[in-house]
């Protein structure tokens, strides 16, 4: 009954129709309230309230569950109660805005301009019946009853809500389909988006890398392979997490498929708890059709959980595989906790960001690369990796280059 609750009654007939399919009344309850309903409206029957026990008791289950319109169908009630002779039929029942205390005119009145007409004086049976077709006026207002209007608003007041719902939704879809795959629409309210991490890499080497090459040059000597070591420290760092990337995203996919397709049950029984299993593969193919995409946005948002653990992998597995001879000393360390931070966060975008790192002998493209230390159209060793926006992507942060 729950679902009609804002669902206009239009009088105590409709009350008792609705109320008896509806609500969890005995069988005899709701075919006497049925039967006293007719009797109540016939001519010259006993108006005593105790006669009508089971029709009231439908009104108060109605009031109880603050039915729309369970006033107005009380009000009726009484008023059959009060009539005494058939004369009140004849007339029909009077209308709630009717029961008014006498004398009170001006209320009345009031009543009537509230609702932009005359409040009817025919029975809720013909308003009822008549409700999709009331009468025109000269000026061309409508006359509705009071019921009637009440139901008009509340539908209208829904209607609304609903509009305002779909309008919010349809907007949030569209947001959604401008910046899904689409790294030329920014989030502002990003802290890691794409300029930002452009931003952060350059300060990168301005700081980190400046630390870390003033400790290397201070056993090695040689400038050139000092600047290749951090070049190499660098890019080992980019082919690890463009490496990982893909493989946690593969795991994210599927721990959130397992337990929708496993589905596991605690139940409850005499001999204890128990868990029950049942596995089913999906018979909707579309059922994880944008699992991908929702993937990728929680890792995105939840990125920097990984970092720590990526650091010490990177560490204890990757720099002492290819850095044997090079001590890890704490400026490097540094400088390679900074990089595996920066270049996850570039890694986890959507699309992810790109690195790019002349090779020598090419020609040195000033719209990617700064020239370092002197001048030159020819690259003879990479100094710091360029950043784009995605493969083939616009610059995002210029790197840098040793000219021939």
């Known amino acids: 009954m729950s679902s009609h609750r804002n669902e206009q009654i239009h009088n105590l007939e409709d009350l008792v129709q609705r109320v008896s399919k509806e609500l969890s009344l005995s069988g005899d309850c709701k075919r006497k309230a049925q039967e006293q309903y007719k009797s109540l409206k016939s001519n010259g029957v006993p108006r005593l309230k105790e006669k009508y026990k089971e029709l009231e008791e439908v009104v108060k ?240 948002s939840c990125a920097t959980a990984s970092i720590p653990a990526l650091r010490v992998m990177f560490k204890d597995y990757v720099y002492k595989e290819h850095f044997t001879n090079i001590t890890l000393a704490t400026p490097i360390e540094i400088f390679i906790d900074k990089c595996v931070e920066i270049i996850w966060l570039m890694s986890v975008q959507d699309p992810p960001m790109d690195l790019r790192y002349p090779t020598p002998g090419e020609k040195l493209d000033t719209s990617s690369f700064k020239h370092y230390r002197k001048k030159g159209t020819v690259v003879q060793q990479c100094v710091w990796p360029a950043v784009y926006l995605h493969k083939d992507g616009p610059v995002v942060s210029k790197g840098f280059a040793l000219p021939q």
């Open 61 to 300: 289950m109605a009031e109880t569950y603050d039915i729309a319109g369970s006033k107005e169908a009380r009000v009726e009630f009484e008023s059959l109660l009060q009539s005494r002779t058939g004369q009140e039929h004849q007339q029909g029942p009077k209308h709630f805005a009717q029961t008014l205390p006498s004398g009170n005119s001006a209320q009345k009145q009031e009543f009537s301009k509230t609702f932009a007409g005359p409040v009817s004086t025919k029975s809720a049976d013909d308003s009822h019946q008549k409700r999709s077709s009331s009468p025109t006026r000269a000026d061309g207002t409508i006359t509705v009853s009071a019921l009637e209007y009440k139901r008009l608003v509340e539908s209208e007041k829904m209607n609304k809500a609903k509009v305002e719902e779909l309008t919010t939704r349809l907007s949030s879809y569209v947001s959604k389909q401008l910046k899904d795959g689409n790294p030329n629409i920014a989030d502002l309210s990003d802290k890691n988006r794409p300029t930002k991490l452009g931003e952060k890499f350059e300060q990168l080497y301005d700081n980190e890398w400046s630390d870390a090459f003033e400790i290397l040059k201070s056993t090695l000597k040689d400038e050139d392979k000092v600047v290749q070591i951090l070049v190499d420290i660098t890019q080992k760092v980019h082919e690890f997490c463009c490496d990982f990337a893909p493989q946690q995203l593969d795991r994210l996919e599927s721990y959130c498929m397992v337990p929708m397709q496993n589905i596991k049950w605690k139940v409850q029984s005499n001999n204890g708890d128990q868990d029950l299993y049942v596995h089913r593969n999906s018979e909707d193919k579309t059922a994880f059709f944008e699992l991908s995409k929702f993937m990728k946005d929680c890792r995105k």
